[in-house]
């Protein structure tokens, strides 16, 4: 039999300041520091990060894990109100994902009175959910920086399921010199292949099966593709056409290339990457999901 | 007879990891940091910020002047081209005022290859310069911010002949939360009551004799606020007028809450304080100035 394991819970910041001088304190002590943003309602997914994170500073280093529904990231007709915010549940998460310090601040702690600056990442922030979602990158890079500031000198660990999200922040945290190594970790999927996400949740019984279409649609697509399908318009069909069949509405199914999101010529070449991008409502919850064709294997088990 | 003063050579740094990490060093030594950035240029206004950077860090703390013509920050039309780049004389200047590192980078390394990030201050940009400088305060508040996390906490003394910038500065590191105390300087005067300015170099002699209507426009209107006047259209008529008298244009002359640059009721309160803050063309010159009415006296000698 092995020891039982035993399990500290985490220490939960409040104070912006409080999490600055915790970080400072660490690395003045020589720790590194692993940095997880998230807004909470934590899954698998979340975990996993925390674990890379742990993994890469060490036993000694701290792991942190900020707990923030930002609000200038969603429009006026998202789920803002309805996010899922479940502060004690999730600290117990992360006290079995070993996770040292959670910073959990308040709207008005991380928007102070008077707040009027934003900070925005232009061409990276343009493709894909862009168009979709006006406003939301650039409330996504405010807040990051306001945490990667408050973190320090730190590594930083994003899922890849928000794909996009993760080339914002690096490119945004490269231009203002901010310390921090950007790193963006693989998607943790369920069994049946679709991405872990806090949004999932929303889903009714019947729709938590439509949405397999999303990694089935992306797996076709890397199945093209491992076949020696280089057509860009092609691809982007096969993804599409599986997408339509059961998705009720295709927001896009785009591919670009993967590092500055920047449009690809019409073939690639027969080693070219392509990240394969897709956002689709399931109901009226939306799910974006993707893939890195040349590089990823299909996230849906065949 | 005095002894003669020793005068060292700053220290001149081009990488801005280079710079980053020297003022780490000073933190760590348990040395606080002064830093004065400067498009370079310097005048006795800039020396006077970077004495008053000494007096705040103390004989053995480090004062750094950053030397950066910041290309985000000016206008397609106007003067980048032109302004006066002179580093080895500005790096002679710090000498003069115990300047101890001088940071020069150059464009290519504060903008490196396929940056897009962009950081704005919203509503303290929007009077005053901002409808005649589009895009200026952002260009401003982009290139600070990097310097800023470059610097790490420190003491940053900025001039108040640029009152809005200083007050855009001020938001923008409280609301990101760098650890900076923002310090607005008095503004330095010429003997006529010119406020000290890189750019007076391009007024000709005649327009430099044309140029004390700035200061005297401002003084009027002190000395109406002294003798009981709070009006604020009557205060900002009084200004008016005298600079339509010789400027060949007034782009602005107005006053505003002096912290958050709202905009004021029709008449301020006994002990109501403003900023006066006006803009005019002297050939093809523009210059700059103000004064808080209640707090200031008056910058022209009479």
Redesign the interface.
């Known amino acids: 039999m092995s020891s039982p394991e035993v399990i500290r819970a985490p220490e939960v910041i409040r104070a912006?300041e409080d999490f600055?001088a915790r970080c400072e304190r660490a690395r003045r002590d020589g720790l590194r520091v692993g940095f997880v943003p998230t807004m909470g309602a934590l899954h698998e997914g979340h975990l996993t990060l925390a674990r890379e994170a742990r993994r890469r500073v060490g036993e000694g280093g701290v792991v942190a894990v900020s707990i923030f529904v930002n609000p200038t990231q969603f429009g006026p007709h998202e789920d803002l109100a309805r996010y899922p915010r479940e502060l004690d549940a999730d600290v117990g998460r992360c006290a079995t994902a070993g996770v040292d310090v959670v910073f959990a601040p308040s709207v008005e702690a991380m928007?102070?009175p008077?707040?009027?600056?934003?900070?925005?990442?232009?061409?990276?922030s343009e493709p894909f959910c862009g168009p979709f979602r006006p406003g939301h990158f650039e409330g996504v890079?405010t807040v990051v920086?306001?945490l990667f500031?408050?973190a320090g000198a730190c590594d930083a660990v994003f899922g890849r399921k928000d794909y996009q999200q993760w080339r914002v922040l690096d490119?945004?945290a490269?231009?203002?010199?901010?310390?921090v190594e950007v790193i963006g970790h693989p998607t943790v999927r369920e069994a049946d292949g679709l991405a872990m996400s806090s949004r999932n949740r929303y889903l009714s019984v019947e729709d938590r099966l439509r949405a397999r279409v999303v990694p089935e649609a992306l797996s076709a697509a890397v199945r093209a593709y491992e076949g020696g399908e280089r057509d860009v318009a092609t691809l982007r069909s096969i993804a599409q056409a599986i997408l339509c069949e059961r998705a009720d509405k295709v927001e896009y199914a785009d591919l670009r290339e993967p590092v500055?999101l920047d449009e690809l010529p019409n073939a690639l070449a027969a080693d070219g990457r392509a990240v394969l991008a897709v956002a689709v409502r399931i109901g009226a919850t939306r799910l974006i999901d993707n893939v890195v064709l040349g590089e990823e294997r299909a996230p849906r088990p065949s």
Chains 1, 2 share one sequence.
Do not use: H, N, S
């Open positions: 912006p600055r928007y102070p008077g707040d009027q600056t934003r900070v925005r990442v232009t061409k990276v890079a920086t306001r500031v408050l490119r945004m490269r231009d203002l010199f901010l310390p500055d």
